[in-house]
């Protein structure tokens, strides 16, 4: 096992540092309207066998330039907000190849779905069940992909609340749930939805004619030159999955948690095909609900089931499945195996797991962790969400030890920051991850900050991160030692310098991004999920020292690893 292991590994390497002496390129400008240059465009370039997309912007100028494709044919994409996209389909690049393409963009119309839920947040028209929308709802996704994006009549509505309170949703049903939705409260959702996206709605059909819309892009930060260098490498999934993160594992793939149905995705980077691994649902709810998947140091695969309170492992080889339910009340969250196998789970409460015993242990004083990690002694690190406050696992003595950052709230839910619609999100620390260089970074959500903490001088330093409502999720450290974060409410990424406190705010290429988490590779590629989106990817600035494509060396004849 440890042979054929090692020979995966090696294979992936070689794959990944082969030089791309066969890639080809894809340059031009594109216009607006007024045929001037039109700055942070999107273009994009789909290669038509592998589905892999490669996304730029255009700098100031209008110029972009799309290089390191693979030979093939390919279509390729020019679209903005509230302009009409331009296509050019069907076309063909050889190795080595520089084509050379210019767009001009006409004035089109803003969509509903163009936007980001902070925009929708503050442009939705005020209602009593406008709250339940953008608490309960938004918590597994937004309304542009899976409502704005429709048009329903009321009981088309009714029909998807439903099944989100029974398929998807086993949490909207349970009694004494934050999120739960009787079913008097589902019909009014629907009445609200069939008011806001259906046939005979009366908002405005394009959020541009109202005068708040104004407002709100003058509040927005301008991208800066060096943050339109970013390159978008994406991979879609199929079907409707949500995909909530992009790990990058030894044996080459890259695992994505999904919590439709009850399955998780393993995709390959050269040639972007994409396997779903079907797992067993939850026999009271009938899906899974997976939350989390990782790689353990045997090779076998760990991932939780939130929807039935368990853990389990998931042989390749064998295609095996083996569950572990926990035997005490709660819910399982996020996990990670440290170097001895052991298995770290977040959620309800705080618990680890030995593979060998075959028994958890429960932190009972850890109520509600959202982030874990471990570090290089084999501490375990954690976060709690409703309190803010962080905290260790000792690996000898198993103590516990709580760290209070300054903004959080630890005797309960504040007003919190002035703004914010729901109390639920002044504390929210979401994401936790340990540095190479032994400091805990976590995402304030509700303070809009990021903070590090230093465990040998237990000192917090807080990061007030830039943008209207910076809502930090998905979290990272990269290869400089900077903090790569995604803004939820806002469609943003964003990269933080430690040592300067700069931070660069990128933009995302499509609205409702839903990054839940980010992973760094051994070759300094950021990886993200976008769920409402579909798809699985990685990003990277574009430079001479820039890493290389994920798909290098990929001939076309190549179906699968093995």
Known sequence: MRTVAKALILLSSIAFCVTLTSAATVAGTVKGPDGAPFRGAIVQAEHQETKITVHVFTDSQGRYKIDGLLPGQFRVQARAVGFKTENRDGVSLTADQNASFDFALQKGTVRWSDLSMYEGRTLLPADPEKERLTTTCFGCHGFETRMAAAQRDESGWLDRVNFMRTSEGFALRRKGSADFISDDEAEKLASYLAKMFGPDSDIAKSPADLPEYSKIKATEPTFTDEALKLVYVSYP??????????????????????????????????????????????????????????????????????????????????????????????FKHTLVVDKHGIVWVSGAPLSSFDPETGKYTYYEEVKNAYGVDVDKDGNAWFSEPRTGLIGKVDANTHKVAIFTPPSAKPNGLDEGRTGLPDERYTNQARRLKVAEDGMIWVGEYGQGKLASFDPKS????????????????????????????????????????????????????????????????????????????????YMYIAGPNAPKQAFAGYTGKETTQK
């Open 237 to 330: 999934v199929g079907g409707n999955y949500l995909p909530g993160n992009g790990q990058p594992e030894k044996d080459g793939y890259v695992y994505s948690w999904e919590i439709a149905k009850h399955q998780f995705a393993r995709v390959n980077p050269k040639t972007g095909e994409v396997q779903q691994i079907q797992v067993p649902p939850d026999p009271e709810s009938g899906i899974a609900f997976v939350h989390s998947v990782r790689m353990a140091p045997d090779g076998t695969l760990w991932y939780t089931k939130r929807a039935g309170n368990a853990i389990a492992k998931y042989d390749p080889t064998t295609q095996k499945v083996t569950e572990y339910n926990a035997d005490k009340p709660g």
């Open 458 to 537: 237990e000192k917090f330093k807080e990061y007030a991160l830039p943008g209207p409502w910076p809502t930090p999720y998905a979290l990272t450290i990269d290869k400089k030692n900077h903090v790569w974060y995604a803004s939820m409410e806002t469609d943003t990424v964003g990269e933080l310098d430690p040592a300067t406190g700069k931070v660069i705010l990128y933009p995302y290429i499509y609205s409702e991004n839903q990054m839940r988490d980010f992973a760094t590779d051994d070759d300094g590629r950021v990886w993200w999920g976008s769920h409402t989106n579909n798809r699985v990817g």
